[in-house]
């Protein structure tokens, strides 16, 4: 089993393009391929080809193993953006949206994030006269939230703190994982601690 990675993606554009998108994928039935309907195969490929080499076509077309299956529940829809999150084997999807912003002259953003291998970034697509400019970022996992996404990063923070109470883990080795923050963070990380042994030793002893 492959590890999965988390991805928040959002495709931008013109009313007219968006809508387009929008018919395509809400033409879509359940467990209906997503990445393919949307951009299909390579233009040098046969359907033949496809299902004869569709392992190495599909980690170099979408960048990862497999296509995602569609949902209705899944997107959001507005006239100018569509945005879904989905979860793709090991990697993000960036070439999908590399080859889909090129062929809709449209703008995407991937914020993707992996705790098995560990890490987390974002890559953003900006279409602007004929050419694709693309932005990538890629830091450690817990890294990558505490700079792209605070929320996701104190979540990981609340599950973390488990294993304070499951491992009797030492105060410096809680904090081992977080060399990355700010000082008032760092306190704010160390009373979270202090508060979680204080809440264990309470609990035991009644």
């Known amino acids: 089993m492959p590890n999965w990675c988390n991805n928040n993606i959002t495709i931008s554009g013109n009313e007219g393009t968006i809508k387009a998108l929008t018919a395509v994928l809400k033409n879509l039935k359940d467990n209906d391929d997503v990445f393919k309907s949307l951009i299909g ?25 497999w296509d995602i299956s569609y949902s209705y529940h899944m997107f959001n829809f507005n006239k100018d953006e569509i945005s879904f999150s989905c979860e793709t084997a090991w990697s993000p999807p960036i070439p ?85 923050v700010s000082y008032e963070d760092k306190k704010e990380l160390t009373r979270l601690y202090n508060e979680t042994k204080e809440s264990n030793v309470e609990s035991e002893s009644e």
């Open 96 to 180: 999908f949206m590399e080859n889909l912003c090129k062929m809709y002259q449209v703008n995407g953003h991937i914020y993707y994030s992996e705790g098995g291998v560990g890490f987390t970034g974002e890559t953003t697509f900006t279409w602007q006269d004929g050419e694709l400019d693309i932005f990538d970022q890629e830091f450690g996992f817990l890294e990558g939230m505490y700079i792209l996404s605070k929320d996701e990063f104190w979540s990981e923070v609340d599950y973390s703190l488990d294993c304070v109470s499951d491992e009797d883990q030492s105060l410096e080795d809680f904090l081992n994982q977080y060399t990355f």
């Open 41 to 65: 195969i390579p233009t040098h490929m046969s359907e033949g080809d496809y299902k004869e080499k569709w392992y190495n076509t599909n980690i170099d077309w979408f960048g990862t193993k």
